[in-house]
């Protein structure tokens, strides 16, 4: 159940802001893809994950050692989030560097298995640059 705090997945719109707190369980684990760094010359790995809560579906990215924090099942508390677009200008779900994912369960949390809200077409919005 959310708390105040917390909004339903289907209820975040895509921007550029840290303002994410919501709670959602992992279902899939999927892609693992390695990219170089060409400024640092170093390689990170990127993941891509599908989670849910009972409202929708999202994928989540994780980066590095955050692909190895979580298993499937496992209930995931996110707090000042983002959700924006990656590079493929896929709408994800991620902590970014000023957010934090944690674990805070394991198949407690009710959840749904559509719609997937990244696989959504979005447009800017007239009242909002930022959005």
Known sequence: ????????????VPAAENNINTRFILLEKRNTSTR?????GKQNRACLELVADETTVVHFQLWGEECDAF????????????????RSKQVVLRAGKRGKAEKVGEF??????????SEIRWGPDPNNPKR
Do not use: H
Not at 36 to 40: C, G, N
Not at 71 to 86: A, N, P, Q, W
């Open 1 to 12: 159940m959310a708390s105040s705090s917390s909004i339903a997945l289907k209820d975040m």
């Open 36 to 40: 170089t760094m060409e400024s640092q």
């Open 71 to 86: 298993e499937v099942g496992d209930s995931i508390r996110l707090t000042k989030g983002i959700f924006s677009y990656d």
């Open 108 to 117: 407690t949390l009710a959840f749904v298995e559509t719609p997937n809200m």
